[in-house]
């Protein structure tokens, strides 16, 4: 078989692609634009948690988002590792995040206001990831299957972690469940937003199922968090912000109302709460530390002279 003919049986036999394996040009600029966007989100989801890490209430819950945080540069390390066996560099990738050619996931262009957002974004939002990220260990390329393995396992103690912090939230007084309900409240619509537009309106969603990039749908997914998360949230005793919300005995699942996507848009094309002070912080991030990269290259440049 040629290499278009040996890709399609690979793909129908639900055998991975791998680095040195002809593929299609389309498919490899899906993967690119996928991973990548992937792990600009891990990196630049550091920041609204980060920015917590001095103000975090105990000595032992700093020392826990401080290792997620790191988890979390880590899961970018890995997949911008995968983008690479694509023949595109690390420094194409950033470049390309740096002039607003290349996107983020739009949960992190909203603020964290209060410690309870930090128990929210782990419930939520790593809660979201995680319910995307398992399907994602049988996408058909095999370094980003192989990748998201481990950050699958992280990203559930990340999620562990969130909604313990809601749980003594909604165990103390009833200022602080008050503020967990805060957080619930502006972080469920944008924790739903995080699957993408609905099915039919994804440009790329039917392609990337037929070629097992994705595995389930935009929709399905969505389905899934919102059947997992509800009851978590009546464990706590706190009220989902969504008046449609009703578990349906004849779907099995629960009905939800419609999110603003006028809203989701608006975020993504760069107009959310907080998409300019991101771009800011990771730009200025990115000069402060020319001189380590510099460093570095030369130090390695030095041993391998040393070694010729």
Partial sequence: MDGPERFEAAIAADEKIEPGDWMPEGYRQTLIRQIAQHAHSEVIGMQPE???????????????LIAKVQDEAGHGLYLYSAAETLGVSRDELVRLLHEGKQKYSSIFNYPTLTWADIGAIGWLVDGAAITNQVALTRTSYGPYARAMVRICKEE???????????????????????MAQDALDRYWWPALMMFGPHDSESVHSEQS???????????ELRQQFVDATVPQAEYL???????????????GHYDFGE????????????????????????????????????????YANKRAARSA
């Avoid at 991101?278 to 510099?294: C, S």
């Fill in 237 to 251: 005793g706190l009220t989902i912000p969504d008046p449609d919300l009703k578990w349906n005995p004849e779907r």
């Fill in 259 to 298: 999110i603003d996507w006028d809203e989701f848009w608006r975020v993504v094309k760069g107009d959310g709460p907080m998409n300019r002070e991101r771009m800011a912080h990771k730009l200025a991030a990115w000069e402060n530390g020319a001189w380590v990269r510099e460093a570095a290259v030369a």
């Fill in 156 to 178: 559930s103690f990340h999620q562990r972690q969130g909604y313990e912090i809601m749980l003594a939230l909604c165990r103390g007084t009833p200022e602080q469940k008050a």
């Fill in 50 to 64: 980060g920015n917590w890490i001095t103000r975090a209430p105990t000595l032992k819950r700093k020392a826990i």
């Fill in 209 to 219: 199922m037929k070629w097992k990039i994705k595995r389930v749908s935009n929709d």
